[in-house]
């Protein structure tokens, strides 16, 4: 029994200390100027803009920010309007707005990477992956375009196990979104 508690507490540790999301495959382009995070405030479309044939679309900014993982509800609300703002140089507030009204808000810590705003990782554990349980982490990037399309690329990554038997997934998606104000 005492064998299996350590295993979990070093299971946890190092989950907590490692990111298995690369932010180096996170950030593929040079975006906010300067690396200045008040580029990021504005007023922002919740609809993405389809910029290319490779573009994913449909998607709501709303979703992408304050539910951070896979499952998401696929009666997507397109309505109302995101505002980001800057408070400090590691944090932003973002405001989803709909008819002047605060639906939801949140801040969120990151830091600047090669002109990238990355929010800190979100993770879930539940059980032991590698015996029986599932691990499953999420994190964003933003940008802003020189033609002021808040670029968003979020990572997922999620591994689980049944006694030894275990699978994982890591996935990376590009969305962009209409400034539509200061």
């Not at 350590?6 to 999301?21: H, I, Q, R």
């Not at 554990?125 to 940008?143: H, M, Q, R, V």
């Amino acid at each position: 029994m005492n064998n299996m508690k350590v295993l979990m507490c070093f299971s946890v540790c190092f989950l907590s200390f490692t990111s298995c999301l690369s932010t180096k495959k996170l950030i593929e382009n040079d975006f906010l100027p300067e690396n200045n995070i008040s580029a990021l405030n504005g007023i922002y479309e919740n609809i993405t803009v389809n910029t290319s044939e490779n573009s994913i679309t449909e998607q709501s900014l709303n979703v992408l920010l304050f539910k951070m993982f896979g499952r998401q509800n696929r009666d997507e609300d397109y309505e109302g309007k995101i505002i980001i703002r800057a408070i400090s140089d590691r944090k932003i507030q973002v405001d989803y707005i709909v008819n002047d009204e605060i639906r939801e808000s949140q801040k969120f810590k990151g830091e600047i990477k090669n002109n990238f705003f990355v929010i800190k990782r979100k993770w879930n554990l539940l059980g032991l992956p590698p015996i029986l349980g599932f691990y499953e982490e999420s994190k964003i990037a933003i940008g802003l375009s020189e033609d002021d399309l808040l670029y968003v690329r979020k990572g997922f990554y999620s591994i689980g196990g049944l006694i030894f038997f275990v699978a994982g997934n890591e996935e990376y998606k590009n969305w962009h979104f209409r400034k539509i104000g200061d």
